[in-house]
């Protein structure tokens, strides 16, 4: 089975703070996703990877970046924690752009005080 | 207006009966629709993926695709205590990206 690991179930940080949510996949899935998910907004794409080194913004990049130095390893950064920012965050990836299928990572919930 | 909408539930239904969730998407070239149910507390697991126009069905799961009135539905037959979740309607709007836009969801609860 496809095993997408986060770093961090729960998380606190505070207003200012630099922080980093990490996701590994272990089966060599080319797509990597980051979403964020709050109650009434649904899901919502923050930035996207199909390939090392390689990035594209989603629906709400502001406030956010991300590194993938590695196939395997897709970094999320809020490069100034804002308290707007607490909300659980998902990752996700995909074999590839053909095969849609998405397996999501348990999860970090953030909070920022 | 949304570019992918639920009925925003809670849908009540007793056990046994058949669970209608509905969704409808804005006009985009859109070629890839797929289901996920999300128990509270855990993420999103795929459980049906549809490509094509018309009915398929996978066990209790029915996906049903309508791309003329823009909307997509999954039934759930024999519906069960365990099938109480959050269910999100995803849209592709291009095989080739990957991506994913998702609607609210709507939240379940089969009542024994």
């Known amino acids: 089975d496809v095993k997408v690991t986060q770093s961090s179930r729960y998380l606190v940080k505070r207003t200012g703070e630099k922080v980093f949510l990490e996701c590994v996949q272990d089966?060599?899935?080319?797509?990597m996703f980051w979403y964020r998910q709050d109650p009434g907004l649904g899901l919502r794409l923050i930035y996207f990877?199909?390939?090392?080194?390689?990035?594209e913004k989603g629906d709400i990049p502001e406030g956010y970046s991300v590194s993938r130095e590695k196939k395997e390893r897709f970094s999320l950064i809020l490069e100034s924690a804002s308290t707007n920012q607490t909300s659980m965050y998902l990752c996700?990836?995909?074999?590839?752009?053909?095969?849609?299928?998405?397996?999501f990572g348990s999860g970090t919930q953030l909070s920022v005080l | 207006q949304k570019e992918v909408e639920q009925n925003s539930g809670p849908l009540s239904v007793p056990e046994g009966a058949i669970a209608s969730l509905n969704c409808t998407y804005s006009?985009?070239?859109?070629?890839?629709f797929f289901w996920y149910r999300q128990y509270s507390g855990k993420s999103p697991e795929l459980i049906m993926s549809i490509y094509s126009n018309g009915d398929k069905e996978d066990g209790r799961f029915t996906a049903q695709l309508n791309k003329a009135s823009q909307y997509v539905s999954l039934l759930i037959r024999d519906s069960q205590p365990s099938d109480s979740a959050t269910y999100l309607c995803a849209v592709n709007w291009n095989t080739n990206a990957g991506k994913s836009t998702f609607g609210d969801g709507t939240t379940l609860t089969v009542k024994p």
């Open positions: 006009d985009r070239v859109s070629q890839s």
């Open positions: 089966m060599d899935h080319e797509n």
């Open positions: 996700a990836s995909s074999l590839d752009r053909v095969t849609e299928k998405l397996f």
């Open positions: 990877s199909y390939d090392v080194k390689m990035k």
